[in-house]
């Protein structure tokens, strides 16, 4: 089962919005509703940010959202703040009976 | 609030064995899914393991079958993870996470340890 396809790092001005694609197949991302992201600041331990390809956990802020076409999901931060730089992560459930997570993305506020 | 606590990572020579615990409080253990995650120095996330609430099944990436086990205590709401046949492809941070329902399959990770580290090295 190979890694879920992330772009390597993203960036954005305060305010802006940006978008993190996570590409996989028919057998996981295509094929089941259990798409998370996760927000992973080195050193600490990971955060959920989104589940089931749209829903937020209690306290996570609605600037941050969940969506899902075919075999590609996507994060999308809006209004972004300096805070929200961090390495990201999606991951689904595969058929092969794995959990399968990306490669990571690193966003970068500028 | 859930506080998942690693232990048991350590520097160990390639081939040799390890046991990683993890103390989970905050939260009725045993109705939940675990799991393991790591992560190696410079790379990204990768699922090791889950197990059910009630260890009936659990799954495993393909890498570490036949090495890797699983294993929960619910008594001790404990978390476990026996690592056999070490390789330094093994060296990574190793976190605990919780799974959002009872089956391991169809989770989400909701909340994580800050990890044990284990460095397979001669």
């Known amino acids: 089962q190979s890694a879920l396809a992330q772009p390597a790092s993203v960036s954005g001005s305060p305010g802006q919005s940006i978008t993190i694609s996570c590409t996989g197949t028919?057998?996981?991302?295509?094929?089941?509703?259990?798409v998370s992201w996760y927000q992973h600041y080195p050193g600490k331990a990971p955060k959920l940010m989104i589940y089931d390809v749209f829903k937020r956990p209690s306290g996570i802020s609605h600037r941050f959202s969940g969506s899902k076409s075919a075999n590609t999901a996507s994060l999308t931060i809006s209004g972004l703040q300096a805070e929200d730089e961090a390495d990201y992560y999606c991951s689904s459930y595969a058929s092969s009976s794995t959990l399968v997570f990306g490669g990571g993305t690193k966003l970068t506020v500028l | 609030e859930v506080q998942l606590v690693e232990s048991g990572g350590l520097l160990v020579q390639p081939g040799r064995s390890l046991r990683l615990s993890c103390a989970a409080s905050g939260f009725t253990f045993e109705e939940y899914a675990m799991h393991w995650v790591r992560q190696a120095p410079g790379k990204g996330l990768e699922w090791v393991s889950g197990?059910?609430?009630?260890?009936?099944?659990?799954g495993y990436v393909e890498s570490v079958k036949g090495r890797f086990t699983i294993s929960r205590d619910n008594a001790r709401n404990s978390l476990y993870l026996q690592l056999n046949s070490l390789t330094g492809d093994d060296t990574a941070f190793y976190y605990c996470?919780?799974?959002?329902?009872?089956?391991?399959?169809?989770?989400?990770?909701?909340?994580w340890g800050q990890g044990t580290l284990v460095t397979v090295s001669s």
């Open positions: 028919s057998s996981d991302v295509g094929a089941y509703q259990y």
């Open positions: 197990i059910s609430w009630n260890s009936g099944s659990s």
């Open positions: 996470a919780k799974g959002s329902g009872v089956r391991w399959e169809h989770n989400s990770l909701d909340s």
